[in-house]
């Protein structure tokens, strides 16, 4: 097996266990402060910094892969995780409001740098695996790995709501860091070359993209994932928790299904898109387009049923997986496209500007799902997700 290959495979295993971690401790987090009496907007603000130092860190993330190299940034962020676990093991009188935000922020660092890493690797890799098969290949490759992170980060959330009841939130906590650590020492040896470096010195000015499609396509990021997570992160746990009664291990096993459904839907996008259209080589700036308008009217239909239905679990629950349906496939395209046009020398900048505009997205949703669900309600913040990917779908017409 050639050494990049080696390389990319120990940057995804590690990606993988990062986001195990992640999801769990996202679950753990809202869940335990909920527990103590926190308000949607207190636990939204819970988060904030996360958000926050996920835009930071994807421009700088991208700039410093690309001059010491993304296995040695994947590995500063695992190392990073670990020390935000650790930091939040502390008596419960303690944790502030204060405090877990500063835990979150380095989380938040820690997830960015991950998550560019891994996803800048991959152009690399395919462009010297297979250059003959091009950009099918190239989708094939972005559609696995992404969705396999997001199947695995769900599987994180009903982790997270497992640990949370069977060990209580400091415990679970322990225990995550300790296996986060294992891993980082097993794999650390096999962390050789410098995937990603550029030949140059990358300049900080140069992490501003002047890329007209790829600004486009940012700019439809943004709106696309603040469209999920005003619903999402806040509103949609507190709803089922308080308004359905649900207990928390349940709201964490629904959770990791939608998003285990959703990471498989995302995996799989290439050959559903092959399937539907019958043209494997159909414009995929078009597809983009067709399949945000679709998120759109299914967005607007949902805001409508819960608002009519706000006690129906029936209607909650199909609405949102034929939701995650749709958003899998929109997210599939968005992922291979900024991938298709970052350049080859300084992918991690290109890639980390575009992750930067997805970090400020959830930002952006974060807040608003914390403020709308409190003022509003659920069915309101799915209203204001229709506006936000209404907007991604203009923005995505315009990068072809």
């Not at 709201?251 to 290439?270: E, M």
């Not at 239909?301 to 706000?310: D, Q």
């Amino acid at each position: 097996m050639p050494n990049p290959v080696k390389q990319y495979l120990v940057i995804t295993a590690n990606y993988w266990a990062f986001t195990l971690t992640d999801g769990a401790l996202r679950m753990l987090v809202l869940l335990y402060f909920y527990q103590l009496g926190y308000s949607p907007l207190a636990l939204a603000s819970v988060f904030i910094l996360y958000e926050v130092f996920g835009v930071i860190t994807n421009l700088i993330g991208g700039w410093l892969g690309a001059r010491i190299g993304l296995n040695k940034t994947m590995f500063i962020g695992l190392l990073i995780q670990i020390l935000a676990l650790a930091l939040l093991t502390v008596p419960s009188e303690y944790l502030s409001i204060t405090y877990v935000m500063f835990a979150q922020a380095l989380s938040g660092i820690a997830k960015d740098l991950n998550k560019m890493s891994a996803k800048s690797s991959i152009k690399l890799l395919v462009a010297n695996l297979d250059s003959a098969q091009g950009q099918s290949k190239l989708f094939q490759w972005v559609a696995l790995l992404t969705g396999s992170k997001n199947t695995l980060k769900g599987v994180g959330f009903f982790l997270g709501g497992l640990l949370l009841t069977l060990f209580g939130f400091q415990n679970a906590l322990l225990l995550m860091a300790s296996a986060l650590a294992l891993v980082a020492l097993s794999t650390y040896p096999m962390l050789r070359g410098n995937i990603g470096k550029t030949r140059y010195k990358a300049k900080f000015s140069q992490l501003f993209s002047k890329n007209a499609p790829l600004n486009y396509l940012s700019a439809a990021r943004l709106c696309l994932f603040a469209g999920r997570d005003v619903w999402f992160v806040i509103a949609l746990p507190v709803y089922l928790a308080s308004q359905l009664q649900w207990q928390h291990q349940n709201v964490g096993t629904f959770l990791a299904c939608w998003i285990i459904f959703y990471g498989i839907i995302q995996a799989n996008a290439p050959k559903l898109l092959d399937i539907l259209t019958a043209k494997a080589a159909q414009n995929r700036c078009q597809q983009a387009g067709f399949w945000s308008v679709l998120l759109a009217l299914v967005t607007l239909l949902l805001s409508i049923a819960i608002y009519l239905f706000p006690q129906s679990n029936a209607v909650l629950i199909v609405g949102l997986f034929i939701f995650s349906a749709v958003f899998a496939m929109n997210s599939s395209l968005h992922s291979y496209l900024i991938v298709a046009l970052a350049r080859d020398e300084g992918v991690s900048m290109d890639v980390g500007f575009y992750y930067m505009a997805n970090a400020m997205g959830r930002l952006l949703g974060t807040v608003l799902s914390g403020v709308i669900y409190q003022q509003f309600g659920l069915s309101a913040c799915m209203f204001f997700a229709f506006i936000f990917i209404l907007l991604a779908s203009c923005f995505v017409r315009k990068v072809a």
